[in-house]
């Protein structure tokens, strides 16, 4: 048996035995040998929504190039760090020049012990959370993480629930993870159990009424800017130890709660250790978006089951997955997350939570002054608007950059429930905010 070097093909025709099995030479197929793709990347739409409205955008923008384009699409923040963090970063800055306090590589990519044990008391157990230091880790993301989490979790065995619209990222990465069916009618995907969220139910999602092992639950939510009660997330943890469920629980929004009666946390409901995962960002609420850091909290005793239906705890997986994978968030940015939970952090973190929510009010009230229906707003920076005259998610959007050179993010990108509904941020300057409102009702009033 031999191989032609320049065409990598086998040049004996005979089928060979390998690993017990028959296996036909790739000459015989005339198949040239290759790697393997994964295939589920096929699935996936076309585009992902962000970089669909980006495409649109540079389109308008190369036509009308002296356009002053507002956008209150994607959810980026816009005001500076706080200062705390600066200072932070600069002093780490600082310490990365001299061979005294100079750090490489941390002992451990769970984070610094330091910043963990301020987020599990100041963030959970000033809350009532039964949460330590030890069940926080440490990441550049919350989006990278409730994509990560997929790793400890089986592929193709586990039935998936979302609620409908939702932030594209927990289908996308399924679909990638093998862990759904193909793409059906109206936007979604075979084999996942969507739980739609609409005016029509008051943007509360109906428990499952089919057996379902991952949930995935964002509250204050994304992209319809409501809230769940504490009687409603009681239900869900519930629905999960009765069925052995998973609770994925977005929290990245939990500091623009201003109903006191609302939860921050998942694990402010009795039992969620046993069943919820909670996903939190420093993105959103102190400006890390370009710096990133998050964090994921995995309870000791939170357990799956193995192939033989034996109890696995999800926490030495997560350490496993999080170690072998990922190097830790950098010292100098850890050192800025840190300072969040200092005095001064947090009177600056609240000052940047109150000038974009206050953003949001004057989007909300701009919008319902001509007879828009509009929904969140209130505990979260995002307002969740229904089309007027009847428009489609897409044609609203291109209505809007066209006639008032205004950006916000199709409802019908967020699920089939979104269609008829449209995102806009609150996350932008002042100034904008209030052009924008003017660009709004003088194109849709």
Not at 54 to 60: G, H
Not at 225 to 238: I, N, P, R, Y
Not at 274 to 286: G, H, L, P, Q, T
Not at 382 to 402: A, C, E, M, N
Request: charged share 25%; aromatic share 10%; proline share 5%.
């Amino acid at each position: 048996m031999g191989q032609d070097s320049r065409s990598g093909r086998i040049e004996n025709e005979r089928p060979t035995l390998y690993n017990g099995g028959l296996i036909l030479l790739s000459k015989l197929l005339r198949i040239r040998l290759m790697a393997r793709i994964n295939d589920n990347y096929l699935k996936l739409k076309a585009g992902y929504l962000f970089p669909e409205i980006s495409r649109r955008i540079k389109a308008f923008v190369a036509e009308n190039p002296d356009a002053s384009i507002i956008r209150l699409g994607i959810g980026d923040v816009t005001e500076p760090l706080p200062a705390a963090c600066v200072e932070a970063m600069t002093k780490a800055v600082a310490e990365m020049g001299r061979r005294e306090t100079f750090r490489g590589y941390m002992d451990d990519s769970q984070g610094y012990d330091w910043l963990r044990e301020k987020i599990a008391a100041q963030d959970f157990r000033a809350r009532d959370c039964d949460i330590s230091a030890d069940e926080v880790f440490v990441s550049e993301g919350s989006k990278s993480d409730t994509a990560n989490v997929l790793d400890i979790l089986a592929k193709g065995e586990n039935r998936i629930a979302v609620c409908d619209p939702v932030y594209p990222v927990y289908v996308d990465t399924n679909v990638m993870a093998g862990n759904t069916g193909d793409p059906a009618d109206g936007g979604k995907y075979a084999g996942v159990t969507y739980l739609p969220v609409t005016a029509e139910n008051g943007f509360i999602p109906a428990l499952p009424t089919e057996p379902v092992d991952v949930i995935y639950l964002c509250y204050p939510n994304n992209p319809t800017g409501t809230v769940l009660s504490k009687d409603e997330l009681t239900k869900w943890v519930a629905y999960a130890k009765e069925h052995g469920s998973l609770l994925l629980f977005d929290a990245a929004y939990e500091a623009y709660i201003t109903d006191e009666s609302i939860p921050h946390s998942i694990y402010e409901i009795e039992g969620a250790r046993d069943v919820a995962i909670e996903f939190r960002s420093f993105s959103k609420n102190a400006g890390f978006t370009g710096t990133r850091c998050a964090y994921t909290v995995i309870p000791r005793t939170l357990t799956g089951k193995t192939a033989d239906g034996k109890d696995q705890l999800l926490h030495p997986l997560w350490a496993r997955r999080h170690n072998t994978k990922f190097n830790g968030v950098s010292y100098i940015i850890q050192r800025g997350a840190e300072a969040v939970y200092t005095p001064d952090g947090q009177e600056q973190v609240r000052a940047l939570i109150g000038f974009y929510l206050e953003n949001a009010r004057l989007l909300r009230e701009g919008l319902q002054q001509i007879g828009i229906d509009v929904y969140g707003g209130v505990n979260a920076p995002y307002i969740w608007l229904k089309t007027p005259q009847g428009l489609s998610s897409w044609d609203f959007f291109d209505r809007l950059l066209k006639d008032g050179h205004l950006v916000g993010t199709p409802g019908s990108g967020f699920g089939a429930a979104g269609e008829g509904y449209f995102r806009l941020s609150a996350f932008n300057s002042r100034e904008k905010v209030e052009q924008a409102v003017e660009r709004f009702q003088r194109v849709a009033g």
